[in-house]
């Protein structure tokens, strides 16, 4: 079960007018798109459950700063917000209860001069063992220092790029070794997040993850859960982390819009405490979101 929507541009402007529903088991892309041939092009992912596509304006706001970021065109809020809600909509009635609704914004075909748009939404995969038993991780070096954004922007580290190849490399070698997932750390040895996922951690009554100028995404996903850990009494900060930290913490969990909270189970090879009862509450408190 899929769906696509077109988002329509003027070839004049290279502005965005609005959208069209497409047919997801045609092609729809030409062979010289530069997502296709460069990977030149963003990205966003958001969880669909019973009806309601959760954290849009939050995807929406990181999809213009990941466009500003790669000098594409500003994408038009409107246009893209009545897409995502369109394909939302169109899944649930194909009765989707859990789905990704995912968008991507490209520079176009290669020599000329009007963007390539598309949100595609799908039937998610039934995470309820990675949510409850958790996930094995290996921490790997992404080889950048931790203040990467300030002294090599063009790597663009931060921004929600199609360029993912590395990001399935890493999973492929945690495969390698016996894990299921994968936390970058810094050249200079700071945590920094998963392939996929924001990393989260407990210390007694307080919930933190790592600081957001690390050329890291701010997980959309991690900042409801802290709204909802602010309003149970929990204390949230966002920080410089190192791995004693991750060693130290009652509990650790990788957090995204699809898969929502997996916990750590495993630090490289090494078991680690899980918290069952936090993790299905964070995991409730994001299917029930409305928004
Ligand atoms: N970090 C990276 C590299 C990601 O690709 C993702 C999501 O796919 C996240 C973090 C988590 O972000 P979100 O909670 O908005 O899904």
Redesign the pocket.
Known sequence: MSVVALIDFDPATGEATGFHLGDAEEPQLLVTDLAATRGDGIFE?ASLAHGHVH?LEA?LARLAQSAAMLQLPEPDPAVWRAAVEAVGEALTAQGVDEGAVKFVLTRGVEGGSTPTGWVYGTASPDFSRERTEGVRIVLLDRGYRHDVPQTAPWLLAGA?TLSYAV?RAALREAARRGAEDVLFTSSDGYLL??????LLLRHGRRLVTPRVDLG??A????ADLFTWAEAEGYETGYELLTPADLASADAAWL???VRHVAPVRAVDGVARAVDRELSDRLNAALLARVR
Do not use: D, Y
């Open positions: 992912t954290a995807h929600k990001n997040e998963g392939p996929t996922s924001t890291i995404l997980g959309t996903t991690q957090v995204s819009s």
